[in-house]
């Protein structure tokens, strides 16, 4: 019988991300190994994403709490009904309830994703179900080595930890000097002007609400510098109000709102910024900024340091100083250099971080015999 493997997203689909096509990229190479793929969603996910990914797609409402019967017995029904051999949960509280009705109906391969460094609250008894996850889960992806450490800091068994980088589409995220004329064109930028991109949820502890002091340190320096913000979320409000305190003119920065359009964005940019002060699972932002041949300042969190320090400027978190310090190097750098870092970007992406890859990662452990016992 052709595997069956089921994805249970814990978390309602709004876009179509990096996490999006390397579900795409999974499913595709799934059915070129003969692997049925199933994917269940809180919510019906963009249909840009329905039409490129080779795979069925169900809705389960989110689950209520760890208890809710209604989610157990729909879910339940919907692996029955598809067969289901393997599943991979993808945490948030459906993840624990999906592996254990995965587990009550005989599913024996049973896989999880970790996308975020597991919490240290003895209030939440975060260590204790993250070890419930290992012992329920034949195998615990990780995002990066920092998710991976925190995981066996919690008593997951190192024997069942998998890193592997979700990795993004160099066919998506890619230089186009064409598409960034049409793009700047419509942004309404000037040919001297030094476009500054940041592409975050706006909520506290992200590092966007450092933008306006940081923003301004850079004007004062660099005056061509523009920056545009593109996301939302409900910090949006305070950050807003911080700018307008700020000494940078109100021409000079600009809110795009959500937007479906980052790659394009990230073509038309002279410069990426990964800002956020609190520990990620693994920043594709970045990546997907390397990917496009844009130079990035980003601050030191996950795995980045490892990683992409070699062709990207990384600074210590919080730092207004050397946030600033950081974006204004790059900014000066001339153009051979400027070149040259950004082809070292992309080539690193396409060598260490492909969707791809992650795709094939993850199919091989699928398909690999299970463990003995």
Known sequence: MAPRIVQVMGWRSQQYGSFERFLVALSRSGREMGVETHLVFQNRPPERFADDVEAAIHTV?????????????????LLRRVGATHLNAHFGTDAYLALAVAQALGVQR????????PGRSRLTFADARHR????????????SHDVAERLATAGVPRSKIEVVYLGVSTRVYRP??????????????????????TASHLRPNKGVELMPEVFERVRNECP????MLAGDGPARADIERAFARSASPPE????????????????????????T???????????????SGCPVVATDVSDLTRLVSEVAEIVPRGDV??????????????GPEREQRSLAGRALVEERLSVDAAAQAYLESYLAPPPAG
Not at 254 to 274: H, N
């Open 61 to 77: 409402e989110a689950a209520r709490g760890p208890l809710d019967a209604r989610y157990v017995l729909e879910l339940g029904r």
């Open 110 to 117: 049973r896989f999880m994703t970790k996308h975020s460094a």
């Open 132 to 143: 419930w996850l290992g012992r329920h889960s034949e195998r615990f992806f990780a995002v």
């Open 176 to 197: 186009d000097a064409g598409d960034r004329e049409r793009v700047r064109s419509e942004l309404r930028l000037r040919a001297d002007q030094r476009l500054i991109l």
């Open 224 to 227: 061509e510098a523009v920056l």
């Open 252 to 275: 000079s920065y600009r809110f795009l709102g959500r937007r479906d359009d980052v790659p394009e964005l990230l073509r038309a940019a002279d410069l990426f910024v990964l800002p």
């Open 277 to 291: 002060a609190i520990t990620e699972g693994m920043p594709l932002g970045t990546v997907e900024a390397l990917a």
């Open 321 to 334: 100083a050397a946030l600033a310090g950081g974006i204004v190097e790059s900014l000066r750098r001339d």
